[in-house]
């Protein structure tokens, strides 16, 4: 049909964003319906049906995660019970146990989460994490053979091992006995391990599927301890570690995840973990009453999802205060970046010393490193950023709507760093980025990021003839190839890239809740948003736009961030409201007049307690036309036609939050109007007849009538569209 969505082929504005939205479909009688049955307002009950709640069962399980009857953990991992066994057998002889953990964020929770947990059950324990600059990710031969001369007799992988074959082979060959804790995807040939604990192995329905690797190493942690009569005193310390790194490394927040991270989140500010209470005063976080949200703090560098964000607004940081409740943001942009910087250019031995000391002082010293660290990790990812849009500006901008995919190259970047910037060039340029470096003179090293329609791991498996190590799911991946292969890598991938990808899709894409007005946005709407935090992955935080707003003021502060204050007026009453935009220094000053997408925040400031807004998306606004102007289309395009001069006149509009395109041609001696959608099919008709034509060409076209109201309404859209073109209209 026509009305399908289709993006502007017009050129942006260089001065705004270069995005396309996408609004999810209103169901207002549903939304009230499921809403009266559970007792909410009906823009949660959208809400919920926007995030795949259909039935008010499911709904009431969201909102209220306890109340659901978890299956036990046994039941659902076919080796947790091998697993136990094989740890309790351990602890009795006193067997000397390894953990191999990774140097990302979930990575070293879960090491940090096992070798405290093991060591107060009992356990004879250490642990080693591979180093990201000469050992790449993963358990390793080299590891292996360390733990075997030490005597290990039980070596436990977190977050790696499930694509370890040779490796865990080679401990077998040892007689090592070995326990693979992994939430990776599955590989054809699974290693021979003694137990294998992976949630991609149990079934998708299941509620632990969505687990990260620290959630497995929870799962086994609290198996292990029940088991032998010792949970007592262990939850909460493995739920503080648990919440930490299932955030820090974007898990879903669905399933176990929502509820565990939502005791989490309470608990949090009250740990008694030294580590936890040293990273939260380090970071200057403010935590708070469960329900409120500290709108007026920096956001910091977070590496989450594409939009990473620098402190802004300079001054100190908020002070701690007596609070009940953090949420999952206060961990995405504060806590684990300075967790992750470590992993990315310091050493992990760092932050497993930071959670699992008890000597507050230690604590405090490694949580310091940890802020360093990540002080210097910010200065680099802003000058491989600068560095890599000068080299993208002057040699392949102009090339992204062939190529649609970036394949950037510099030397002396450090990739421990790039995936970041990876993340803010997909932000900027909508298309797939693959950012490296060289490792030495023979090699490059480097990691790729994603859009929603480009699978990354398939994109590399794509060239795996042309690369050496890689790895990676659809979102994201690293890879390492000789250096001789880039130019046709770069070839291969977008070869790969045009396969998969429209130029609708090289926009970066905002999925927006509903349309709102600036007078709904009050306390009372956010409290009824509260009801479905923990946002996170898979729940975001609401989205909603409004059309049409007022700037009439902003201004940069801090590390190019715009503050502004928006109004609208509606029925001659003027509403006024405070916003932010992260990072968009580079689109100042925005137009006076836009539709904006946005979350939302509460500030508190000086005792007072307001709304404010978190500009997500911006764009010019389009005129709207559910009670068109124009009523009669015959006699308006007449008028049009007699307007017209040789050249067509063309329009671009929109029409129920999708785009068109339009225009007045010259069919030999006679006139038309012809509306394109984005599938490329053609509505034309004629002045003085009700019979129009449909399709992609005019020979393949069928007759329609044009008089009914689903050709009628986008055809007087149109006519809307142009008259604004023709003054005397």
């Not at 939430?183 to 687990?211: G, T």
């Not at 949200?293 to 910091?300: C, I, P, V, Y």
């Not at 977008?494 to 709904?520: G, R, T």
Request: charged share 20%; proline share 6%.
């Amino acid at each position: 049909m026509l009305d399908q969505a289709f993006p502007k082929s017009s050129t942006p504005d260089k001065h705004l964003p270069n995005q396309r939205w996408e609004i999810y479909p209103q169901q207002p009688e549903f939304a009230q319906n499921l809403a009266n049955v559970i007792n909410v307002s009906p823009i949660i009950g959208q809400l919920l049906i926007n995030r795949g709640m259909t039935t008010a069962e499911a709904a009431q399980g969201f909102l209220n995660p306890e109340s659901l009857i978890l299956p036990s953990p046994l039941e659902e991992f076919p080796d947790l019970a091998v697993s136990v066994e094989l740890l309790q057998q351990a602890i009795a002889s006193q067997a000397k146990i390894a953990i191999c953990g990774d140097y990302d964020a979930d990575g070293m929770t879960s090491t940090a989460l096992l070798l405290r947990s093991l060591r107060s059950l009992g356990a004879q324990i250490n642990y080693a994490i591979p180093s990201r600059m000469h050992d790449g990710y993963g358990i390793n031969n080299r590891i292996v053979e360390e733990f075997h001369s030490e005597g290990v007799e039980l070596i436990i992988t977190v977050d790696n091992g499930i694509s370890a074959y040779e490796p865990i082979a080679r401990a077998r060959e040892l007689g090592l006995n070995v326990i693979v804790t992994d939430h990776h995807d599955i590989p054809p040939k699974l290693p021979p391990a003694n137990a294998i604990l992976n949630p991609k192995l149990i079934a998708e329905s299941s509620p632990y599927r969505s687990v990260a690797g620290v959630g497995v190493a929870y799962i086994l942690a609290v198996s292990l301890a029940q088991q032998l009569g010792e949970i007592k005193g262990l939850v909460q310390p493995m739920l503080a570690l648990f919440t930490l790194g299932t955030i820090a490394d974007l898990a879903p927040l669905t399933g176990v995840n929502r509820r565990w991270v939502k005791r989490g989140l309470k608990h949090l500010p009250k740990s008694n973990l030294p580590g936890i209470k040293a990273l939260i005063q380090v970071a200057g976080l403010q935590v708070r009453e469960e329900g409120e949200e500290a709108g007026s703090r920096r956001k910091d560098a977070g590496e989450q999802g594409a939009g990473s964000r620098e402190q802004g607004a300079g001054g100190k940081s908020p002070s701690v205060s007596s609070a009940k409740s953090l949420k999952p943001e206060d961990i995405g942009f504060r806590l684990g970046p300075r967790i992750n910087a470590i992993g990315r250019i310091g050493d992990p031995q760092t932050v497993i010393e930071l959670l699992t000391t008890d000597d507050m002082a230690i604590a405090l010293e490694r949580a310091t490193q940890c802020e360093l660290t990540n002080i210097s990790r910010q200065q680099m990812c802003e000058e491989i950023e600068q560095e890599a849009i000068a080299y993208v500006e002057a040699k392949f901008v102009s090339d992204l709507p062939k190529d649609r995919v970036l394949v950037v190259v510099q030397p002396d970047w450090h990739h421990g760093v790039i995936g970041i910037v990876a993340s803010r060039l997909v932000e900027r340029y909508g298309v797939p980025v693959f950012i490296g470096t060289y490792e030495d003179e023979g090699h490059i090293r480097g990691s790729a990021r994603g859009i929603p329609e480009f699978n990354v791991f398939d994109a590399l498996q794509y060239c795996h003839d042309l690369l050496g190590k890689f790895g990676g799911h659809k979102a994201a991946g690293g890879f390492s190839f000789p250096t001789e292969n880039l130019e046709i890598l770069r070839s291969r991938l977008s070869e790969f890239a045009n396969q998969c990808l429209e130029l609708q899709h090289l926009k970066p894409l905002l999925k927006i809740d509903a349309q709102a007005d600036l007078h709904q946005l009050h306390q009372q709407l956010y409290q009824q948003i509260n009801a479905l935090h923990p946002c996170g992955m898979e729940n975001p935080d609401p989205l909603f736009w409004t059309s049409g707003v007022q700037v009439i003021e902003q201004k940069i502060v801090g590390k190019g961030h715009i503050k502004l204050t928006l109004s609208q007026t509606i029925h001659d009453q003027q509403y006024k409201i405070k916003a932010i935009a992260w990072r968009w220094g580079d689109y100042f000053p925005l137009p006076p007049r836009v539709d904006i997408a946005y979350k939302l925040r509460e500030n508190h400031f000086n005792g007072n307690t307001t709304i404010e807004l978190e500009l997500l998306g911006v764009r010019i606004p389009n005129e709207h036309f559910s009670e068109p102007a124009i009523n009669s289309p015959q006699l308006t395009l007449s008028h049009l036609f007699n307007q017209s001069s040789a050249s067509p006149l063309k329009a671009h509009f929109q029409y129920q939050q999708r785009y068109y395109t339009c225009g007045i041609y010259k069919n030999d001696i006679l006139s038309e109007l012809r509306i394109k959608n984005p599938e490329g099919k053609v509505l034309v008709m004629q002045p003085g007849h009700t019979k129009g034509l449909l399709g992609k060409n005019r020979q393949d076209s069928k007759e329609i009538d044009i008089s009914q109201p689903q050709y009628d309404n986008i055809i007087q859209a149109a006519l809307q569209a142009l008259s604004a073109l023709s003054p005397e209209l």
